[in-house]
């Protein structure tokens, strides 16, 4: 099982990445390979000139093309995902999320801007063809605290349980995906079926 991570924030310091360190973290402990990509990481070239040809977007569009599930992380700004993951997304081909398990997350500074995930980033993750999408999580920024000295960075009581039971979510999801059918297989089963006229 393989889920990619794709943070849409494009600050070093951010709260989009402290919910996607917990997620994370709760995956591998269930054995699960994750991949994390970052907005932040790709040239800004590469993004604005829409260089499907570079080998940061290839880079990208082979890490989701080989990907079971993603999560997708953005703080919210103006009540939007961020200009920088629409980009990012822009870069990926029309069917990249075919037969994957989608899971939205963001964080914004007020319940004002829950509907951020419903309305303006789960129709663009829709648009890329998604298998699966599920309900997602908005996280308010005074819930998550950045890490400070020695004490690591701290998530809210409640809004940790909302996370771990949309990990719940995701598990039970990727688990009941349809694997796909082995084209030999198929082929087989056709030359050697018993027809009858």
Do not use: C
């Not at 999560?71 to 961020?82: C, L, R």
């Amino acid at each position: 099982m393989h889920v990619v991570l794709l943070s849409g924030s494009p600050a070093a310091r951010s709260r989009t990445e402290v919910l996607l360190d917990h997620v994370r973290q709760r995956l591998e402990a269930q054995q699960v390979e994750v991949s994390l990509l970052r907005v932040r990481d790709f040239p800004a070239e590469d993004l604005l000139h829409a260089r499907f040809d570079s080998p940061a977007v290839q880079q990208l569009q082979a890490v989701v093309a080989s990907a079971d599930g993603l999560v997708v992380g953005t703080p919210v700004y103006k009540a939007s995902f961020t200009g920088a993951l629409k980009v990012l997304l822009d870069l990926l081909p029309e069917r990249a999320l075919a037969h994957k398990v989608v899971l939205p997350l963001a964080s914004g500074g007020s319940p004002a801007h829950l509907l951020a995930v419903d309305y303006a980033l789960k129709p663009v993750l829709a648009a890329l063809k998604a298998q699966e999408m599920l309900s997602g999580v908005f996280a308010v920024d005074k819930q998550i605290a950045y890490p400070e000295g020695d004490r690591p960075a701290q998530i809210d009581d409640e809004l940790r349980e909302r996370l771990d039971e949309a990990l719940e979510q995701l598990g039970a999801a990727l688990a009941r995906r349809p694997k796909p059918i082995d084209p030999n297989l198929l082929n087989d089963r056709l030359v050697n079926a018993r027809w009858s006229i």
